[in-house]
């Protein structure tokens, strides 16, 4: 069954850096889209980044662009999710998500 472990959150201030990292098990990770969600208080789960099976093709929602960089280890079956220039407003909880799957998530929290 698909097992999807995060890791990495933590409290960080604004500005600051924070390196997310999904373990996969469970399933074909590498002929597998991948993607990392997040979920404020009170606000519905919204889209994150995307990366295709390769690492060749990423997405990004407009509110990371340019912040977070989506990234893949086909060896390790890993997804990582590199978050700079971190904003108050990236506070939520983290989650990868493949093959219809969740994992239980890590917390990010940005504040002074």
């Known amino acids: 069954q698909v097992q999807l472990v995060e890791s990495g959150g933590g409290l960080v201030q604004p500005g600051g850096s924070l390196r997310l990292s999904c373990a996969a098990s469970g399933f074909a990770f590498r002929s597998s889209g991948m993607s990392w969600y997040r979920q404020a208080p009170g606000n519905e789960r919204e889209l994150v980044a995307v990366i295709n099976t390769f690492g060749s093709s990423t997405y990004y929602a407009d509110s990371v662009k340019g912040r977070f960089t989506i990234s893949r280890d086909n060896a390790k079956n890993t997804m990582y999710l590199q978050m700079n220039s971190l904003k108050p407003e990236d506070t939520a909880v983290y989650y990868c998500?493949?093959?219809?799957?969740w994992g239980q998530g890590t917390q990010v929290t940005v504040s002074s």
């Open positions: 998500s493949a093959r219809n799957s």
